[in-house]
């Protein structure tokens, strides 16, 4: 496991600003190797979809916690910390730099902080019944279910991400207790530097858009056809994520190809919203950049040099 003392360098920031190249130069500088810290780009067959590391990438800079499990298969913080901090006691133990790159908050959070995951195993009779009451009655009503038992909670979770709430509802079924109470209070250690990445809100969703279009020339298409007749549902488990959905509902024939692209633009702009929430701007742990700056890995690689880490 991880302690406190093993450097660690976190890359964040929101989808498509360019996380996952600022790690592999960081790596080819330091000696570093990558673990991935995004919630999709654990399942395999979603390739062009998740923007995971092409070959090259990969052959740049070695990459771990990539395509760990199929898309019908769960996978949260839970199963994510151990993994990450396996590989990160690993990486240094081997005189390398763990290089954490995702833009999923909670799972960089948690490792970068020492955070525990309560040991509540899945409970599926509560969750099919708690998804229904959601579906039936509204997402609304399980959050104000949440905001009884655990105020603290709820107000770090929007009603609309329903498998976090259900699973908080879960945690306090199983254990009476709050969830917000069961890991230890966050203390970012002095041997962890987190550096995010961010541009102006504009020309990130022009960058978003170019890369969906990119994605699409790729074979985006074929990706999602391939896992749907390999029993993987578009919409559903992992593939409930931009572009999986709507290009799911494109062959069903229920948007056009042109609906389907330009709807998966805009739910990728309202996740990169979503991850300015877990990355604040005014978040003193974060050493932020100019992803836009053409002198990028040169300030990343002078804020390496400058941490203890690197003494």
């Known amino acids: 496991m991880a302690s406190d003392s093993t450097p660690l360098i976190a890359v964040v920031g ?3 600003v360019g996380k996952t190249g600022l790690a592999v130069a960081l790596c080819q500088r330091f ?7 995004d919630s999709r780009q654990v399942y395999r067959g979603m390739d062009i979809g998740t923007a995971k590391p092409t070959p090259e990438e990969c052959s740049q800079a070695p990459h771990h916690l990539l395509d760990l499990l199929n898309p019908d298969e769960n996978f949260g913080v839970g199963a994510f910390l151990p993994l990450a901090q396996a590989a990160a006691s690993d990486i240094a133990g081997r005189d390398k730099l763990p290089i954490v790159a995702g833009g999923t908050g909670q799972y960089v959070w948690a490792l970068v902080e ?3 995951v309560p040991a509540v195993p899945p409970n599926p009779e509560l ?3 708690l998804e229904q009451e959601a579906e039936s009655l509204g997402s609304q009503t399980l959050h104000d279910r949440l905001r009884d038992v655990d105020p603290a909670r709820a107000d770090a979770l929007d009603h609309r991400n329903v498998r976090r709430v259900i699973r908080a509802l879960e945690i306090h079924e199983a254990t009476r207790q709050r969830p917000s109470e ?7 250690h002095g041997n962890h530097l ?4 961010t541009m102006e809100r504009q020309a990130l969703y022009e960058r978003i858009d170019r890369r969906v279009d990119a994605m699409i020339e790729a074979g985006f298409l074929a990706e999602v056809q391939s896992l749907i007749e390999a029993g993987y549902p578009a919409g559903q488990g992992a593939l409930d994520s931009p572009g999986y959905r709507e290009l799911g509902l494109y062959l069903d024939g229920v948007l056009s190809l042109e609906e389907a692209v330009s709807r998966t633009k805009t739910q990728t702009h309202r996740l990169a919203r979503r991850q300015y929430n877990w990355f604040k701007a005014n978040d003193p742990r ?3 950049l100019d992803a836009s700056d053409t002198g990028l890995v040169e300030h990343a690689t002078a804020l390496v040099l400058a ?3 690197q003494d």
């Open 194 to 197: 987190v550096i995010g990445l």
């Open 14 to 16: 929101p989808t498509a």
């Open 127 to 129: 969750r099919a019944a």
């Open 307 to 309: 941490h203890p880490s």
């Open 286 to 288: 974060i050493s932020w």
């Open 182 to 188: 069961m890991a230890p209070p966050p203390a970012t």
């Open 31 to 37: 000696g570093g190797e990558v673990i991935n810290a």
């Open 114 to 116: 020492g955070q525990s």
